[in-house]
């Protein structure tokens, strides 16, 4: 049958054979020339499930993606724009660039992301159509303050700060970003050439897999290190979002990092399921292959349970303790004499992350070493 018929109206309402299906995998069917979409409601239910229809939010976006250039939502869409810069303040300084904004109160390193990008800039074509291009490079800096939206400034691209290296200081309403080597930087760097986005869509980070070693029977130790010319760092309790490629699409998993030691390292442990997603790729991959990650996800501020608490209990499950290991080692760091409890959930003694093959206690059984003298899980 060709047409959908649904009776109840003068006429009945038609509607053309079906056209394909949606990202989510419905399909899609065109109404009859003159019928809304209201009209279908009005059949199928009535105006009451109409009008609650209508105040659902609208979906999440797919969590594949067959653009190997963006990843997730583009920063263009769903953040806040406006010329005004919502109260931020940016000056050029002698050697670098300053931006401050008053909501921010109490600024710290984990707070502030820096990249000076590199791109490639297509200048003009010959006759031949060769395209000639410039090496230029992009600075961007992205605020997450506590409890407030993020905020990404990103300057236009320029051969002035291409193999440019920078020095990051960090105030309590402010950043300063200089480049020793460079002075007079008013035509690069100034409000002008600045866009200013709040709420932004992430933006993401290409890594090199610097080591790799396996856990226990399903779990992997990645760590990673970013582009020479980013400075990142990971809030206690966030997590980043992790591309990977499968087939001709690319999956996004979210994974809370076990640690940040440097701004160019991050580690992750990561659970593999046989039968997973996500996870058999993961597990394929070697020392030297590349890995991208999201800017920091979170906007909670959790350093108050490794300074101010005189007692912490923790509970977690699995590959739940993630969170669980960095907030330890930051408590050890700064409350060594306080009291501490976790209590961790696994299928079998095996599942535990504590010991790998070869015999050698891991991070998480010399964190248990610090609390319970020299007995080991």
């Given at each position: ?40 409601l ?9 009008k609650?229809i ?21 920063s ?12 931020s ?49 992009r ?25 440019q ?5 960090v ?13 007079n ?10 866009k200013?986005r709040?709420?932004?869509g992430?933006?993401?980070?290409s ?21 020479e010319h ?10 980043v979002?992790?591309?990977v ?13 076990i ?13 593999i399921?046989?039968d ?5 790729c ?10 991208v ?8 501020d ?9 007692q ?10 993630t ?6 080692e ?20 095996e ?15 010399e ?11």
């Amino acid at each position: 049958m060709n047409n959908l018929s649904v009776t109840g109206t003068n006429g009945g309402l038609f509607a053309k054979p079906t056209i394909g299906r949606s990202e989510y995998g419905r399909v899609k069917v065109a109404l009859a020339p003159g019928k809304g979409f209201m009209d279908w409601l009005r059949l199928t239910a009535n105006k009451h499930l109409a009008k609650r229809i209508t105040g659902v939010p609208p979906p999440l976006p797919p969590t594949t993606s067959d653009d190997t250039n963006k990843l997730g939502v583009p920063s263009s869409l769903g953040s806040d724009y406006f010329d005004g810069g919502f109260g931020s303040r940016v000056e050029t300084l002698e050697h670098g660039i300053s931006i401050e904004n008053d909501e921010w109160t109490g600024l710290t390193e984990q707070n502030v992301i820096v990249s000076l990008t590199p791109i490639s800039v297509k200048t003009s074509i010959n006759t031949r159509g060769e395209e000639n291009s410039e090496e230029h490079a992009r600075l961007r800096v992205l605020i997450h303050h506590f409890w407030q939206p993020a905020m990404e400034f990103e300057f236009e691209s320029t051969q002035t700060l291409t193999q440019q290296k920078y020095e990051l200081i960090v105030r309590k309403n402010g950043v300063d970003i200089r480049f020793p080597a460079l002075e007079n930087l008013e035509d690069v760097l100034n409000r002008e050439k600045c866009k200013i986005r709040r709420r932004p869509g992430s933006s993401y980070h290409s890594t090199k897999i610097i080591d790799l070693f396996r856990l226990n029977h399903d779990t992997l130790v990645f760590s990673l290190e970013l582009p020479e010319h980013t400075t990142y760092r990971i809030p206690l309790g966030y997590h980043v979002g992790v591309k990977v490629r499968k087939g001709k699409g690319n999956l996004y998993r979210p994974y809370t990092p076990i640690s940040n030691p440097t701004p160019q390292r991050i580690d992750l442990m990561i659970k593999i399921y046989p039968d997973g997603i996500c996870t058999p790729c993961l597990e394929k991959l070697q020392i030297g292959d590349d890995l991208v990650i999201s800017d920091p996800i979170g906007d909670k501020d959790f350093t108050g349970w490794v300074e101010n608490s005189s007692q912490l209990i923790l509970l977690s499950a699995g590959s739940g303790i993630t969170p669980m290991i960095d907030l330890l080692e930051r408590r050890i760091q700064k409350a060594s004499n306080s009291e501490v409890y976790m209590i961790m959930f696994n299928k079998t003694e095996e599942d535990i992350q504590t010991v790998t093959p070869d015999g050698k206690t891991w991070k998480l059984g010399e964190i248990w070493k610090t609390f319970e003298g020299d007995e080991k899980i």
